[in-house]
């Protein structure tokens, strides 16, 4: 049998504020993450474990005032050869703005 596959814009979505309010969502590959603490070096928002060695986001939806803060965490991750494990997707139109290694907006988490 095959493994259904999950679409990357679906993750979150049911418990999900309101997208006219927080328009935007990070999808992290925690386990794809090697603890570099990049993020939590350039965002307010992401914060080291110090047990586990592995940042993570204090919230996983947010709006404007956000925005740019959490797209430099996405951008300086070096995990996945410098792809990057934290995805910060438009919820409005399901578009990538950070890593997006493709150039075009797909989402470029790969389970």
């Known amino acids: 049998m095959a493994e259904e596959t999950v679409d990357p ?3 979150g979505e049911q418990d999900a504020p309101p997208v006219d309010q927080k328009p935007y969502k990070l999808i992290f590959e925690a386990n794809k ?5 990049k993020c939590a070096e350039v965002s307010d928002n992401w914060e080291m474990d110090l ?3 592995i940042a993570a986001p204090q919230t996983y ?3 404007a005032d956000d925005l740019e803060h959490n797209i430099e965490a996405a951008n300086v991750c070096p995990a996945k050869k410098d792809r990057g494990v934290i995805h910060v997707i438009d919820r ?3 578009e990538e703005l950070a890593p997006d290694p493709h150039g075009d907006g797909t989402v470029s988490v790969d389970w």
């Not at 993450?33 to 603490?37: L, P, Q, S, T």
């Open 9 to 11: 814009s679906e993750i």
């Open 61 to 63: 939806f947010f709006d």
């Open 92 to 94: 409005r139109t399901n």
């Open 33 to 37: 993450c090697i603890a570099a603490g």
């Open 51 to 53: 047990l586990s060695g």
